[in-house]
């Protein structure tokens, strides 16, 4: 998908708009997405038996060869991480000692879904950096 942007306004480094030189941008609107098929694609042309199996995962292929429809596909992938620690804070009270740890915990999550439309004619592979993982689309 690429953006097309028009310009707000145009402005010279010396001058008003009507004196020509060179040319600054001042800001840019968008004002559509434009579909540009990449033909061959970069990414989707990649054979699975030319990528490294100690740096990519490999999924098992989906062949779609024979199909007559095209195949919708949705995943959810969520990111979960979190941290805890305690500060322990000592206490005397009655010539009695100890210490009451004080807890904080935080907890943040990431969720997002995913929708391939695979179209019928091609097979399928789906591959994952290792450094990556499977949290991230491939």
């Known amino acids: 998908m690429r953006a097309l942007a028009t310009p707000v306004r145009y402005f010279t480094i010396n001058g008003p708009r009507d004196i020509p030189g060179p040319w600054e941008l001042e800001g840019i609107v968008k004002i559509a997405d434009k579909p540009v098929p990449l033909d061959p694609c970069p990414f989707c042309t990649v054979g699975p038996s030319t990528l490294d199996p100690e740096k990519f995962k490999v999924q098992p292929a989906l062949d779609l060869r024979d199909w007559l429809m095209p195949r919708t596909e ?14 322990p804070i000592p206490f005397s009270i009655h010539g009695v000692a100890g210490t009451i740890d004080l807890g904080f915990q935080t907890q943040n999550s990431l969720s997002w879904e995913t929708t391939s439309k695979l179209m019928n004619g091609y097979s399928y592979c789906a591959y994952w950096h290792q450094q990556i993982g499977d949290a991230v689309p491939p």
């Open 74 to 87: 949705t995943q959810t992938y969520t990111l979960t991480r979190g941290k805890s620690f305690a500060v």
